[in-house]
């Protein structure tokens, strides 16, 4: 999982559709109540708090590989129900499997889900639940193609006309390829269209879409770059999300 930071605070005041989302996958999950759950991609929290209502007698464990987002899911969460953790999801350890891992909008940030699915295999007791959503195949495609061509113009391209890749959104079957190969049963996995208007438009742009572009210019070129893909996006600002699911029990 890449180790960027993040501005923990924007992110916790704009990440309204992510909350839903998580909140979907959670209802996805069958918990008695004493479990331990790992939350993968954990954030500043949120999620886990709506994960922490369904374990009265259990523990969550928050992965996050963000200092800032660590943080404040550390500040937010309870210390003697929660453990938080700053690390990269490909390289975490635990001193003991956990009965079943949770994510939401994380996966997509990691580019080799082979290796992510075999860690958390790894993490996960023989017949653990592994309950996800993230970008899938289509996922914010416009935004990405405006992204691409704003790019391009002369005053940003210098900059980022090697940014690379960072996004991974993956299909339904090579998904569910990687997952068997990992050890993992399948009972489902599909692409669900999310098309989302964002509560502070620019903030969302600014904090989860286009930080990775920001990062590689200037200071003085965010509010062009941002400027420009606003007026491209039209109003209302609608962000084409297309989540890629899957329900899978460790083998």
Same mark, same amino acid.
Request: proline share 8%; hydrophobic share 40%; aromatic share 10%.
């Given at each position: 999982m890449a180790?960027?930071?993040?501005?923990?605070?924007?992110?916790?005041?704009?990440?309204?559709?992510?909350?839903?989302?998580?909140?979907?996958?959670?209802?996805? #999950?069958?918990?008695?109540?004493?479990?331990?759950v790992l939350d993968a991609g954990a954030g500043t929290g949120r999620v886990s708090e709506i994960v922490l209502e369904r374990l009265p007698r259990g523990h969550l464990i928050a992965v996050d590989g963000s200092q800032s987002m660590a943080q404040r899911a550390r500040e937010r969460l309870p210390a003697?129900?929660?453990?938080?953790?700053?690390?990269?999801?490909?390289?975490?350890?635990l001193p003991e499997p956990v009965d079943a891992v949770i994510s939401t909008a994380t996966f997509h940030w990691i580019l080799d889900h082979d290796a992510l699915f075999a860690r958390m295999r790894a993490l996960l007791r023989e017949g653990g639940q592994f309950v996800a959503q993230c970008g899938g195949e289509g996922n914010i495609a416009r935004v990405r193609s405006i992204g691409e061509a704003v790019s391009s113009r002369p005053t940003?391209?210098?900059?980022?006309?090697?940014i690379g890749e960072?996004?991974?959104?993956?299909?339904?079957?090579?998904?569910?390829?990687?997952?068997?190969?990992?050890?993992?049963d399948v009972s489902a996995c599909w692409l669900q269209p999310?098309?989302?208007?964002?509560?502070?438009?620019?903030e969302f742009l600014e904090t989860v879409i286009f930080a990775?572009?920001?990062?590689?210019?200037?200071?003085?070129?965010?509010?062009?770059? #941002?400027?420009?893909t606003l007026a491209e996006l039209g109003q209302?600002?609608? #962000?084409?999300?297309?989540?890629?699911?899957?329900d899978a029990r460790a083998r």
């Open positions: 180790t960027r930071d993040w501005n923990a605070d924007s992110y916790d005041s704009v990440s309204v559709p992510q909350q839903e989302w998580g909140a979907g996958v959670l209802a996805r #999950l069958s918990l008695r109540g004493d479990e331990t003697d129900r929660v453990s938080v953790i700053c690390s990269d999801l490909l390289t975490l350890e940003f391209r210098e900059h980022l006309a090697a960072f996004w991974h959104y993956a299909g339904v079957e090579a998904t569910r390829e990687r997952l068997v190969r990992a050890g993992f999310a098309p989302t208007t964002p509560p502070a438009p620019r990775p572009y920001l990062e590689h210019l200037p200071a003085e070129l965010h509010a062009p770059f #941002l400027d420009a209302p600002v609608v #962000l084409d999300y297309q989540r890629l699911n899957w």
